[in-house]
């Protein structure tokens, strides 16, 4: 089980030592209006960027059973903070933030890079939900290449990763890493009330708890397969760990089968440990 954490800001700062854009953004945002709402004021600000050529703001209706006052839903991609301070002075009356998509692109101007990049996702990101009641290492990978680490619409967030030949920030190839809260009660319990909240996010606060780099021991994961097994060497559990990581294509995989070979994760807690890592696809 992991109990140390890797700071945000290491981990941003050891990519961009080794050239990589780390930009942390709101990837979507899904508010309910009610209807005391003011929406005139917020087809204003939608005419102001759409004449900018920036569609990032769609307005439709809604209706929410536990709310039945709320009727209109505001979408919102890729708002910068501009646009959220705008839209909170622009709403007067109440709404209910609904779901979130926080997202990492980290980019890079040559693909190699991040195909790299990705291959040290694979291998080192594990991320634990909950499926009914248990902890579960959830893990389903699409013909797209995308990684789910939870179910659709998972209570308390789905971590989606994947690669994009354009980060929708640079425009430059990116792996993709999206936490995906899909319900305002698990937004609250993050403290995610307001626009204002949003406004006042700390990246680091957040990621910290949610970025979950491991690094395999190949010889503790032989010895777990046979645990009663007996006299064999050191490199002999080595070379077992190592031929039954081969039948997976990443970590998050292994542990959906098998969980019960996590304690053969270490976690990755600090600078020197995360260099090694990158270090051994990068170069």
């Not at 996010?201 to 503790?220: E, G, H, M, T």
Request: glycine content about 4%; some cysteine; hydrophobic content about 35%.
């Amino acid at each position: 089980m992991k109990t140390a954490q890797l700071s945000f800001s290491i981990f941003e700062a050891v990519l961009s030592n080794y050239g990589f854009e780390v930009i942390p953004y709101f990837d979507s945002i899904h508010i309910g209006l009610d209807s005391t709402c003011d929406i005139a004021s917020v087809r204003i600000l939608q005419s102001e960027y759409t004449s900018q050529n920036k569609n990032k703001i769609k307005i439709s209706p809604y209706s929410l059973m536990k709310r039945p006052t709320i009727n209109t839903k505001i979408e919102l991609e890729q708002p910068e903070e501009a646009l959220l301070t705008k839209l909170n002075d622009a709403l007067s009356g109440d709404y209910l933030i609904n779901e979130v998509e926080f997202a990492i692109d980290i980019c890079s101007k040559s693909i190699k890079k991040i195909e790299m990049l990705r291959t040290f996702f694979d291998d080192h990101m594990l991320y634990q939900s909950k499926s009914q009641g248990q902890d579960h290492f959830y893990h389903h990978r699409y013909v797209n290449q995308t990684d789910y680490f939870a179910k659709r619409r998972q209570r308390r967030g789905t971590l989606v990763v994947y690669n994009m030949p354009s980060s929708k920030i640079r425009y430059q190839p990116c792996v993709h890493i999206e936490m995906r809260i899909c319900y305002s009660t698990d937004l609250k319990d993050i403290g995610i009330y307001s626009l204002q909240d949003l406004i006042d996010f700390l990246p680091d606060k957040f990621w910290k708890n949610r970025l979950d780099l491991r690094v395999l021991k190949f010889n503790q994961l032989g010895h777990l397969t046979q645990p009663i097994e007996t006299g064999l060497s050191m490199s002999s559990y080595q070379r077992r760990g190592q031929r039954l990581y081969e039948n997976f294509h990443s970590a998050q995989h292994l542990l959906n089968d098998f969980p019960q070979y996590e304690p053969a994760f270490m976690p990755i807690t600090n600078r020197r440990m995360l260099e090694s890592r990158l270090l051994r696809v990068l170069e």
